[in-house]
Protein backbone atom coordinates (compact mmCIF):
# COMPACT_ATOMS: atom_id res chain seq x y z
CA UNK A 1 0.00 0.00 0.00
CA UNK A 2 1.15 3.41 -0.95
CA UNK A 3 2.80 5.04 2.32
CA UNK A 4 0.60 8.51 2.26
CA UNK A 5 2.37 10.17 5.44
CA UNK A 6 5.21 12.64 5.39
CA UNK A 7 8.35 13.23 7.54
CA UNK A 8 9.07 16.55 8.23
CA UNK A 9 12.73 17.95 8.83
CA UNK A 10 13.64 21.11 9.77
CA UNK A 11 17.38 22.58 8.39
CA UNK A 12 17.19 19.61 5.88
CA UNK A 13 20.13 21.36 2.84
CA UNK A 14 22.69 20.53 4.86
CA UNK A 15 24.84 18.63 7.30
CA UNK A 16 23.10 15.81 10.16
CA UNK A 17 19.64 17.18 8.38
CA UNK A 18 20.43 16.06 4.85
CA UNK A 19 21.99 13.20 6.06
CA UNK A 20 18.34 12.05 8.19
CA UNK A 21 16.54 13.11 4.52
CA UNK A 22 18.04 10.95 2.67
CA UNK A 23 17.90 8.06 5.47
CA UNK A 24 14.52 8.30 5.60
CA UNK A 25 13.94 8.27 1.89
CA UNK A 26 15.82 4.87 1.73
CA UNK A 27 13.36 3.65 4.61
CA UNK A 28 10.64 4.74 1.97
CA UNK A 29 9.78 7.70 3.89
CA UNK A 30 7.82 10.74 1.72
CA UNK A 31 9.88 13.82 2.97
CA UNK A 32 8.66 17.39 3.73
CA UNK A 33 12.47 19.46 3.69
CA UNK A 34 12.35 22.71 5.46
CA UNK A 35 15.84 24.94 4.65
CA UNK A 36 16.68 28.56 3.68
CA UNK A 37 16.30 29.80 0.19
CA UNK A 38 19.40 29.34 -1.89
CA UNK A 39 20.33 25.94 -0.15
CA UNK A 40 20.75 23.70 -3.19
CA UNK A 41 17.19 22.12 -1.59
CA UNK A 42 15.11 21.75 -4.65
CA UNK A 43 18.13 20.42 -6.10
CA UNK A 44 18.69 17.76 -3.91
CA UNK A 45 15.03 17.11 -3.31
CA UNK A 46 14.68 15.68 -7.13
CA UNK A 47 18.17 13.83 -6.53
CA UNK A 48 15.74 12.04 -3.62
CA UNK A 49 12.84 11.23 -5.69
CA UNK A 50 14.65 10.10 -8.62
CA UNK A 51 16.93 7.92 -6.45
CA UNK A 52 14.14 6.13 -3.92
CA UNK A 53 10.74 7.06 -5.43
CA UNK A 54 9.37 8.65 -2.42
CA UNK A 55 7.36 12.00 -2.44
CA UNK A 56 9.68 14.80 -1.66
CA UNK A 57 8.44 18.80 -1.31
CA UNK A 58 10.15 21.39 -0.39
CA UNK A 59 9.40 24.56 1.95
CA UNK A 60 12.09 27.20 1.65
CA UNK A 61 11.73 30.45 4.83
CA UNK A 62 14.16 31.48 7.32
CA UNK A 63 12.94 29.35 10.38
CA UNK A 64 13.90 32.29 12.78
CA UNK A 65 10.90 34.24 11.62
CA UNK A 66 8.39 33.89 14.51
CA UNK A 67 5.93 33.22 11.79
CA UNK A 68 7.60 30.36 10.24
CA UNK A 69 5.92 27.74 12.21
CA UNK A 70 2.52 28.62 11.17
CA UNK A 71 3.55 29.29 7.13
CA UNK A 72 4.74 25.50 7.61
CA UNK A 73 1.71 24.39 8.79
CA UNK A 74 -0.22 26.44 6.54
CA UNK A 75 1.51 25.10 3.27
CA UNK A 76 0.81 21.33 4.52
CA UNK A 77 -2.56 21.81 5.70
CA UNK A 78 -3.26 23.30 2.06
CA UNK A 79 -1.55 20.90 0.39
CA UNK A 80 -2.96 17.98 1.90
CA UNK A 81 0.62 16.86 3.29
CA UNK A 82 0.09 14.59 6.46
CA UNK A 83 2.93 14.67 9.01
CA UNK A 84 3.26 11.77 11.09
CA UNK A 85 6.72 12.02 11.69
CA UNK A 86 8.76 15.44 12.72
CA UNK A 87 12.35 16.06 12.54
CA UNK A 88 13.39 19.02 14.56
CA UNK A 89 16.92 19.43 13.66
CA UNK A 90 17.60 22.83 12.84
CA UNK A 91 19.81 24.28 15.21
CA UNK A 92 22.90 26.98 15.61
CA UNK A 93 26.06 26.70 17.47
CA UNK A 94 28.69 29.07 18.21
CA UNK A 95 32.01 29.13 20.55
CA UNK A 96 32.28 32.88 22.54
CA UNK A 97 32.02 34.54 25.17
CA UNK A 98 28.37 35.34 26.45
CA UNK A 99 29.53 39.08 27.00
CA UNK A 100 30.76 39.15 23.37
CA UNK A 101 27.88 37.88 21.30
CA UNK A 102 25.65 39.91 19.76
CA UNK A 103 21.88 40.43 20.80
CA UNK A 104 20.72 39.96 17.52
CA UNK A 105 22.85 36.28 17.06
CA UNK A 106 21.97 35.26 20.80
CA UNK A 107 18.00 36.16 20.04
CA UNK A 108 18.45 34.45 16.22
CA UNK A 109 20.19 31.40 17.79
CA UNK A 110 17.45 30.62 20.44
CA UNK A 111 14.83 30.94 18.32
CA UNK A 112 15.88 28.56 15.98
CA UNK A 113 16.90 26.10 18.74
CA UNK A 114 13.84 26.03 20.52
CA UNK A 115 11.19 28.13 19.32
CA UNK A 116 10.62 26.55 15.91
CA UNK A 117 10.79 22.97 17.63
CA UNK A 118 8.36 24.19 20.05
CA UNK A 119 6.03 25.73 17.49
CA UNK A 120 5.82 22.98 15.22
CA UNK A 121 5.06 20.19 17.38
CA UNK A 122 2.20 21.91 18.95
CA UNK A 123 0.85 22.42 15.39
CA UNK A 124 1.79 19.46 14.22
CA UNK A 125 0.70 17.35 17.30
CA UNK A 126 -3.13 16.64 16.54
CA UNK A 127 -1.65 15.07 12.86
CA UNK A 128 1.26 13.23 14.35
CA UNK A 129 -1.33 11.74 16.88
CA UNK A 130 -4.16 10.62 14.30
CA UNK A 131 -1.73 8.95 12.18
CA UNK A 132 -1.74 6.37 15.54
CA UNK A 133 2.25 5.47 14.50
CA UNK A 134 4.17 8.99 15.11
CA UNK A 135 7.35 9.96 15.79
CA UNK A 136 9.25 13.16 17.07
CA UNK A 137 12.68 13.35 16.92
CA UNK A 138 14.49 16.70 18.58
CA UNK A 139 18.26 17.25 18.02
CA UNK A 140 19.92 18.21 21.06
CA UNK A 141 23.17 17.58 21.64
CA UNK A 142 26.29 16.19 24.24
CA UNK A 143 26.58 19.76 24.98
CA UNK A 144 23.11 19.77 26.37
CA UNK A 145 24.15 17.40 29.13
CA UNK A 146 26.00 20.14 30.95
CA UNK A 147 26.30 23.89 31.76
CA UNK A 148 29.30 24.87 28.61
CA UNK A 149 31.29 27.93 29.73
CA UNK A 150 32.01 30.09 26.36
CA UNK A 151 28.74 27.82 24.59
CA UNK A 152 26.33 29.21 27.31
CA UNK A 153 23.38 29.77 25.11
CA UNK A 154 23.86 26.88 22.47
CA UNK A 155 24.24 24.24 25.70
CA UNK A 156 21.31 26.21 27.50
CA UNK A 157 19.10 25.88 24.50
CA UNK A 158 19.87 22.44 24.30
CA UNK A 159 19.09 21.05 28.06
CA UNK A 160 15.98 22.62 26.84
CA UNK A 161 15.45 20.51 23.86
CA UNK A 162 16.37 17.64 26.50
CA UNK A 163 13.79 18.37 28.91
CA UNK A 164 11.21 19.71 26.45
CA UNK A 165 11.40 16.05 24.61
CA UNK A 166 11.90 13.76 28.01
CA UNK A 167 8.40 15.69 29.30
CA UNK A 168 6.62 15.54 26.07
CA UNK A 169 7.77 11.41 26.29
CA UNK A 170 5.80 10.89 29.19
CA UNK A 171 2.81 12.76 27.86
CA UNK A 172 2.41 11.12 24.87
CA UNK A 173 3.31 7.65 25.96
CA UNK A 174 -0.36 6.37 25.75
CA UNK A 175 -0.94 7.57 22.61
CA UNK A 176 1.01 6.04 20.19
CA UNK A 177 3.27 8.64 19.26
CA UNK A 178 7.33 8.02 19.83
CA UNK A 179 9.05 11.14 21.12
CA UNK A 180 13.09 11.15 21.20
CA UNK A 181 15.93 12.76 21.23
CA UNK A 182 19.36 13.15 19.66
CA UNK A 183 21.86 14.08 21.42
CA UNK A 184 25.31 13.74 19.21
CA UNK A 185 28.57 14.21 20.05
CA UNK A 186 31.16 16.32 17.56
CA UNK A 187 29.51 15.56 14.32
CA UNK A 188 31.74 16.87 10.77
CA UNK A 189 29.32 19.50 9.09
CA UNK A 190 29.15 23.02 8.94
CA UNK A 191 32.90 24.77 8.54
CA UNK A 192 32.78 26.87 11.54
CA UNK A 193 31.74 23.00 13.34
CA UNK A 194 35.07 21.57 12.02
CA UNK A 195 37.06 24.52 13.08
CA UNK A 196 36.02 24.42 16.68
CA UNK A 197 36.42 20.53 16.36
CA UNK A 198 39.60 20.85 15.17
CA UNK A 199 41.38 23.50 17.63
CA UNK A 200 39.76 21.17 20.63
CA UNK A 201 42.35 18.71 19.84
CA UNK A 202 42.77 14.78 19.58
CA UNK A 203 40.37 13.76 21.77
CA UNK A 204 37.26 15.73 19.60
CA UNK A 205 39.13 14.76 16.32
CA UNK A 206 38.52 10.92 17.82
CA UNK A 207 35.23 11.39 19.12
CA UNK A 208 33.63 13.05 15.11
CA UNK A 209 31.30 11.24 13.83
CA UNK A 210 30.29 11.90 10.14
CA UNK A 211 26.83 13.20 9.63
CA UNK A 212 25.62 9.78 8.01
CA UNK A 213 26.28 7.87 10.74
CA UNK A 214 24.43 9.87 13.10
CA UNK A 215 21.91 10.09 10.92
CA UNK A 216 22.08 6.12 10.48
CA UNK A 217 22.23 5.36 14.44
CA UNK A 218 19.50 8.40 14.81
CA UNK A 219 16.54 6.53 12.51
CA UNK A 220 17.06 3.34 13.75
CA UNK A 221 16.77 4.28 17.26
CA UNK A 222 13.73 6.30 16.82
CA UNK A 223 12.27 3.32 14.80
CA UNK A 224 13.17 1.01 17.43
CA UNK A 225 11.23 2.94 20.10
CA UNK A 226 14.70 4.54 22.16
CA UNK A 227 13.89 7.64 24.09
CA UNK A 228 17.66 8.65 24.39
CA UNK A 229 19.95 8.56 21.06
CA UNK A 230 23.71 9.05 21.91
CA UNK A 231 25.64 7.96 18.73
CA UNK A 232 28.87 6.31 19.72
CA UNK A 233 30.04 4.74 23.02
CA UNK A 234 32.66 7.79 23.12
CA UNK A 235 29.95 10.38 23.79
CA UNK A 236 27.99 8.00 25.98
CA UNK A 237 31.26 8.06 28.44
CA UNK A 238 31.22 11.90 27.77
CA UNK A 239 27.32 12.03 28.66
CA UNK A 240 27.90 10.01 32.04
CA UNK A 241 30.48 12.17 33.08
CA UNK A 242 28.30 14.85 32.93
CA UNK A 243 26.09 12.77 35.43
CA UNK A 244 28.68 11.75 37.49
CA UNK A 245 31.50 13.91 37.89
CA UNK A 246 30.97 16.67 39.85
CA UNK A 247 29.82 19.93 38.46
CA UNK A 248 32.19 22.50 39.99
CA UNK A 249 35.31 20.33 38.61
CA UNK A 250 33.43 19.83 35.01
CA UNK A 251 33.02 23.38 34.87
CA UNK A 252 36.56 24.38 35.55
CA UNK A 253 37.71 21.84 32.74
CA UNK A 254 35.39 22.31 30.47
CA UNK A 255 35.87 26.04 30.52
CA UNK A 256 39.23 26.52 30.60
CA UNK A 257 38.76 23.92 27.20
CA UNK A 258 36.38 25.89 25.55
CA UNK A 259 37.98 29.58 26.58
CA UNK A 260 41.32 28.51 24.59
CA UNK A 261 38.61 28.27 21.24
CA UNK A 262 36.68 31.48 21.91
CA UNK A 263 37.18 34.08 19.34
CA UNK A 264 38.51 37.39 20.39
CA UNK A 265 36.53 40.60 20.46
CA UNK A 266 36.26 41.20 17.27
CA UNK A 267 35.73 37.98 16.14
CA UNK A 268 32.54 37.11 18.78
CA UNK A 269 29.53 35.75 17.39
CA UNK A 270 27.72 38.21 15.68
CA UNK A 271 24.80 38.53 12.59
CA UNK A 272 27.27 38.88 10.35
CA UNK A 273 29.65 35.78 11.40
CA UNK A 274 26.93 33.33 11.48
CA UNK A 275 28.13 30.25 8.90
CA UNK A 276 25.47 31.61 6.59
CA UNK A 277 25.94 31.88 2.37
CA UNK A 278 26.58 35.55 1.03
CA UNK A 279 23.10 34.94 -0.88
CA UNK A 280 21.16 33.98 2.22
CA UNK A 281 21.91 37.22 3.49
CA UNK A 282 19.23 39.27 2.22
CA UNK A 283 16.34 37.07 3.87
CA UNK A 284 18.53 37.04 7.01
CA UNK A 285 18.68 40.56 7.51
CA UNK A 286 14.86 41.25 6.14
CA UNK A 287 13.68 38.46 9.09
CA UNK A 288 12.18 40.60 12.33
CA UNK A 289 14.46 39.48 14.60
CA UNK A 290 17.64 40.92 12.75
CA UNK A 291 15.55 44.24 12.51
CA UNK A 292 13.78 45.62 15.47
CA UNK A 293 17.09 46.05 17.51
CA UNK A 294 20.09 47.26 15.22
CA UNK A 295 22.35 49.23 18.06
CA UNK A 296 22.87 46.92 20.23
N1 LIG B 1 27.60 19.37 14.01
C1 LIG B 1 27.75 19.01 15.27
O1 LIG B 1 28.87 18.78 15.75
C2 LIG B 1 26.54 18.84 16.15
C3 LIG B 1 26.69 18.20 17.38
C4 LIG B 1 25.58 18.06 18.20
C5 LIG B 1 24.34 18.52 17.81
N2 LIG B 1 24.22 19.14 16.61
C6 LIG B 1 22.88 19.64 16.25
O2 LIG B 1 22.47 19.04 15.03
C7 LIG B 1 21.61 19.92 14.32
C8 LIG B 1 22.13 20.10 12.90
O3 LIG B 1 23.45 20.65 13.00
P1 LIG B 1 24.45 20.66 11.75
O4 LIG B 1 25.82 20.76 12.30
O5 LIG B 1 24.10 19.56 10.81
O6 LIG B 1 24.08 22.07 11.09
P2 LIG B 1 24.44 22.66 9.65
O7 LIG B 1 25.37 21.78 8.90
O8 LIG B 1 24.83 24.07 9.89
O9 LIG B 1 23.02 22.62 8.93
C9 LIG B 1 21.98 23.40 9.45
C10 LIG B 1 20.78 23.28 8.54
O10 LIG B 1 19.78 24.22 8.98
C11 LIG B 1 19.52 25.14 7.93
N3 LIG B 1 19.29 26.47 8.48
C12 LIG B 1 20.16 27.22 9.19
N4 LIG B 1 19.60 28.39 9.53
C13 LIG B 1 18.34 28.37 9.03
C14 LIG B 1 17.27 29.29 9.03
N5 LIG B 1 17.37 30.47 9.63
N6 LIG B 1 16.13 28.95 8.41
C15 LIG B 1 16.01 27.77 7.76
N7 LIG B 1 16.99 26.84 7.74
C16 LIG B 1 18.14 27.15 8.36
C17 LIG B 1 20.75 25.13 7.07
O11 LIG B 1 20.45 25.62 5.80
P3 LIG B 1 21.66 26.08 4.83
O12 LIG B 1 22.20 24.87 4.19
O13 LIG B 1 20.95 26.95 3.88
O14 LIG B 1 22.65 26.83 5.67
C18 LIG B 1 21.08 23.64 7.11
O15 LIG B 1 20.21 22.91 6.28
C19 LIG B 1 21.57 21.22 15.13
O16 LIG B 1 20.43 21.24 15.95
C20 LIG B 1 22.83 21.14 15.97
O17 LIG B 1 22.74 21.88 17.15
C21 LIG B 1 25.28 19.31 15.76
Redesign the pocket.
Known amino acids: MKNLHYTLI ?9 ALAKKCASSNMNLIL ?3 P ?4 EAYSQQLKMEYGVQVQTIV ?4 DPE ?1 SIAIYETSRKENWHVNMLIN ?5 NVGAFEECSYNAIQ ?1 QMM ?2 MNVMVGLTRLFLRQIKESRNGYILN ?5 GMFPLPYKSI ?1 SAT ?1 SFVYSFSRSLYFELENDQVMVSCL ?8 DQ ?1 QET ?1 RNLGWKARYF ?1 KS ?1 KEVAEIAIDKMLQRKFLIIPGWENKIMALAGKIVPEAILLRYLGKTFRKNAPSTNKAASMENL ?3 ES ?1 NQV ?1 SSSPIANKIKSY
Do not use: M, R
Not at 61 to 64: I, V, W
Open positions: TGASSGIGKVALDSGLLNLAANVGLGYLNVSSIAYKCPGPTATNVNTAPVKQL
